[in-house]
């Protein structure tokens, strides 16, 4: 487990589950706002805690589904401590994978897409507990959001408040309890980390290249725009885990 900024006012757990999937912008923007993140990379052998001893949680995304117990044996244990942290009343924040994850953590279900997924620049409708949501205040709707998954929630837990939906995929944005959150776009990812998702898919058939080719170059067109978004929603969570923090 890594430690980083350790100046910071208050510290978040961050579990990343693969090696290009890494908070980035999150990382930056949380910093700006006095968060500092300890990263635990359970693929690269580190172990994830049965309680977090940190001012809240984040969990990232990954190539793998949210019961793909066979591929990342650590899964379980993460649905675990994600329903534990959210027991407690902790902060909690799971983008993309890690949305399902909550959601399957706490009684809901995770499918494949029946639309075939979302790649590139996606447009985010926020409802009216979406404006209202501590989060998402301020954002103006439709919101534009990088979006890069083929599974998705078909069925949020009984006491998730739904937030946010796509033209594609119903669920969005969501919040469980007061301070719980998952988001299934990628408020952390830059034309950099989209570049990187895309060359890892170096043997895709050429279709498949062609659209992986038009979501790097929107994302990187709408970079600066999307940025201005999302970091208000981050210092937003800063705020929130700085509260649990004193």
Known sequence: MVALNTRAFARLLVVENEPDAGPAMLQTWLA????????????????????????????????MGAQDDHKAPWLATL????????????????????????????????????????????????????????????????????QWHEDEIIRLPDRAVLLASSPRCKVQAYRIGPCAWGVQFHPEASGATVRGWADAENDAPPERRRQLELAVAEVRSGESRVFAVWQSFAEHFAEVVKETSS
């Open 32 to 63: 700006s706002s006095a968060v500092g993140v300890d990263i635990c990379r359970p693929y690269a052998g580190d172990e994830i805690p049965e309680q977090v001893g940190h001012a809240g949680l984040l969990v990232l995304g990954g190539e």
């Open 79 to 146: 649905r675990t401590l994600l329903e534990v942290t959210t027991a407690r009343g902790l902060p909690v924040l799971g983008v993309c994978l890690g949305a399902q994850l909550l959601a399957a953590a706490c009684g809901g279900s995770v499918e494949q897409s029946a639309s075939g997924g979302e790649l590139g620049l996606g447009r985010v409708d926020i409802n009216d507990e979406g404006r209202r949501d501590r989060l998402l205040v301020g954002i103006a709707s439709p919101a534009q959001a990088v």
